[in-house]
């Protein structure tokens, strides 16, 4: 079964759709601290719906604050706290250069520094 749903913000847009107990959610435009509550809102309704884990697609992402990172941070520790998987499956050299500064890069995505 696959569902989706969309929410608006003022400058990012944010996609679900859930496959086989995972839950995707496809993030565009600027996560920052205006849009922060919809991303935290966002990724919290993902882990209840998730059965085995969330997969978060921030290819789209023009900007990434700090606000953003901490929504992402709170995002994964909800879900390791359920029980489940918690990734960033693709980013932007904008959004990869920013966790990788920070030294969330390998903890976000399961990768290390390539």
């Given at each position: 079964?696959?569902?989706?749903?969309?929410?608006?913000?003022?400058?990012?847009?944010?996609?679900?759709?859930?496959r086989?107990?995972?839950?995707?959610?496809k993030?565009?435009?600027?996560?920052?601290?205006?849009?922060?509550?919809?991303?935290?809102r966002?990724?919290?309704?993902?882990?209840g719906?998730?059965?085995?884990?969330?997969?978060?697609?921030?290819?789209?992402?023009?900007?990434?604050?700090?606000?953003?990172?901490?929504a992402?941070?709170?995002?994964?520790?909800?879900?390791?706290?359920?029980?489940?998987?918690?990734?960033?499956?693709a980013?932007?050299d904008?959004?990869?250069?920013?966790?990788?500064?920070?030294?969330?890069?390998?903890?976000?995505?399961?990768?290390?520094?390539?």
């Open positions: 079964m696959i569902s989706r749903s969309a929410e608006r913000g003022e400058l990012m847009d944010i996609a679900t759709t859930q086989d107990g995972t839950v995707a959610v993030v565009t435009g600027d996560v920052d601290l205006l849009s922060r509550e919809l991303l935290a966002s990724l919290a309704d993902a882990v719906q998730a059965e085995s884990g969330v997969e978060v697609d921030m290819a789209g992402v023009a900007f990434l604050d700090s606000s953003g990172m901490s992402l941070l709170s995002g994964r520790r909800a879900a390791e706290d359920a029980g489940l998987t918690f990734r960033i499956i980013a932007g904008l959004v990869r250069r920013v966790m990788e500064l920070t030294g969330v890069w390998p903890l976000l995505t399961g990768q290390g520094h390539e």
